[in-house]
């Protein structure tokens, strides 16, 4: 992806685009896969980089959603199902299977999760992961050994998927271009155009150059994700909110706290949501919260009550007992809830999505989550197409592979995520290119120049934060290491030394809400 390359493309002001999105998280870049490969001229704009929200900030779960049984939401776990074996199926280098222990400490809990999980299994079809089985005492130690001995019993062990949030993002972006899409970051839409009370187009700054451009689509969408009600606003000043932001928060410990290669499912905390404990990248997410807020951030920041929450129901079950000091990293997200304005706990608001379309035509996808991203963009192009008077085209995303495709994956290679580019990484000319900055994550130079060549990195956080995932490993080494990446991108970008410095200051403001103080 080249961004100057895309950006001669808007300056013809005669093209007139098919469908414009606004958004480049999981729903945006969905649609933007969706919309490209049916063969519509396709623009993708957004604000910041490529999944700066809730898209990088996710448990990094793809999965049916056990709780949503729980809440009797069984259509959005069969879909969720259908759509995790897709996205496994099409991104077999992003997507494993991860096996899930839920530990046992009374005698009905095991029979009980033990049948639940069987219909679970049956609902997955042909496209399960693995078959669940209950375990005994015995088996559920030796499985995650760090558990409470106390009062266990036993435990059910299950399988879904995990994948990269971010990585995942920048292999949609890349397919969405490879399928004849445009696609810009910092492009920021700063209000819309309407002829006749019908919006066509929009206006867009380029936060990098501050260069406006107004650009005419015939179809517009708004997948901000929980900004939804801004834009819609731009199309009606008094539009009431239809999004009602929940913040979810984890924390990122050393491997040692899980010292196991299965994650581990608490059914109940305190306030009646689960609990993760999932190994990714030689370290260990805890999480999550379900926070409502009425303030909308950027950078959402992580409350020091949810960090206590996680910490309070990660120490009823860990042998080895997390504390603050312990923690790596920790960060927050905010989920763009489709909710209802009677609708006030948040953990009981559906996950499903909703596709609203005003009488200006603007479509916004509300709610939705990553597992079912694809199937959210393909319901949003069938409406574009409605919208545009397009003539029909079917959709072909369930069986088009995801950039980087590769079966078979070592899983134990750093560079797995990258697919079939990670062997061209290897080979790029960059001297010791291939020796790690830090010992205790795995970032090398070729990566940082792939990243500014092939994936329109722009910022020092795009890189540390989204096209490496260092920052939410470890929030304090990134920050030790961020001088070295700095001064890689300052020669590649042949920046000045006033640029290395605004860079490094921004940075070490946005690594503040990820270090605990």
């Known amino acids: 992806m080249n961004r100057n390359l895309n950006i001669k493309k808007l300056s013809n002001k005669e093209t007139h685009w098919d469908i414009i999105i606004i958004g480049g998280g999981a729903s945006g870049l969905g649609a933007a896969v969706d919309s490209a490969s049916r063969g519509f001229k396709t623009l993708l704009v957004e604000k910041s980089d490529f999944s700066k929200g809730t898209s990088s900030r996710s448990t990094k779960l793809v999965h049916g ?28 280098h992003l997507v494993k299977n991860m096996s899930f222990v839920i530990p046992s400490y009374n005698w009905w809990s095991n029979p009980f999760y033990g049948i639940g999980l069987k219909i679970y299994d049956m609902m997955a079809g042909k496209l399960g992961l693995g078959k669940s089985t209950i375990l005994s005492k015995e088996e559920t130690i030796k499985l995650i050994p760090n558990v409470k001995k106390k009062d266990l019993v036993g435990g059910v062990i299950y399988h879904d998927g995990q994948f990269d949030d971010s990585r995942m993002a920048i292999s949609l972006a890349i397919t969405a271009e490879k399928n004849g899409a445009t696609l810009l970051n910092y492009f920021k839409v700063k209000n819309l155009t309407k002829t006749n009370n019908i919006v066509d187009g929009i206006i867009v700054k380029d936060q990098i150059t501050n260069k406006v451009y107004e650009i005419k689509g015939k179809v517009i969408i708004n997948a901000t994700g929980v900004f939804s009600d801004k834009i819609m606003k731009m199309d009606y000043p008094q539009k009431k909110k239809m999004i009602k932001p929940s913040q979810g928060v984890h924390i990122v410990l050393d491997q040692k706290f899980l010292n196991s290669h299965h994650a581990i499912l608490i059914p109940h905390t305190s306030d009646g949501r689960v609990l993760f404990a999932v190994p990714w990248n030689n370290y260990a997410i805890l999480g999550t919260t379900d926070t409502p807020l009425n303030e909308i951030k950027d950078e959402p920041v992580p409350l020091k009550e949810e960090i206590k929450f996680i910490l309070k129901n990660a120490q009823t079950f860990m042998k080895k007992k997390p504390n603050f000091s312990d923690i790596k990293s920790v960060f927050a997200g905010l989920r763009p809830l489709a909710a209802e304005s009677n609708q006030k706990n948040t953990k009981e608001i559906s996950r499903h999505h909703k596709i609203s379309v005003s009488e200006s035509g603007l479509l916004s996808i509300l709610g939705g989550k990553w597992t079912t991203y694809r199937k959210i963009a393909e319901d949003a192009i069938n409406t574009s197409i409605s919208i545009g008077g397009f003539n029909e085209r079917k959709c072909i995303t369930e069986n088009l592979q995801i950039h980087g495709y590769q079966e078979n994956p070592n899983w134990k290679d750093p560079l797995h995520v990258y697919g079939s580019d990670a062997n061209l990484i290897k080979e790029l000319k960059m001297g010791k290119g291939n020796i790690s900055l830090s010992e205790k994550f795995y970032i090398t130079p070729n990566q940082i120049i792939w990243s500014l060549k092939n994936e329109m990195a722009i910022k020092l956080d795009d890189i540390l934060a989204r096209r490496t995932r260092c920052l939410f490993l470890d929030a304090k080494e990134t920050v030790k290491i961020a001088p070295k990446v700095l001064r890689i991108m300052k020669v590649f970008l042949k920046k000045n030394i006033e640029w290395e410095k605004k860079e490094f200051s921004n940075f070490i403001e946005i690594s503040k809400n990820y270090i605990l103080t």
Not at 73 to 91: M, Q, T
């Open 65 to 92: 959603g056990v709780r949503y049984m729980q809440n009797g939401d069984i259509s959005l776990v069969i879909e969720a199902l259908k759509e995790r074996g897709i996205l496994k199926k099409n991104a077999p």
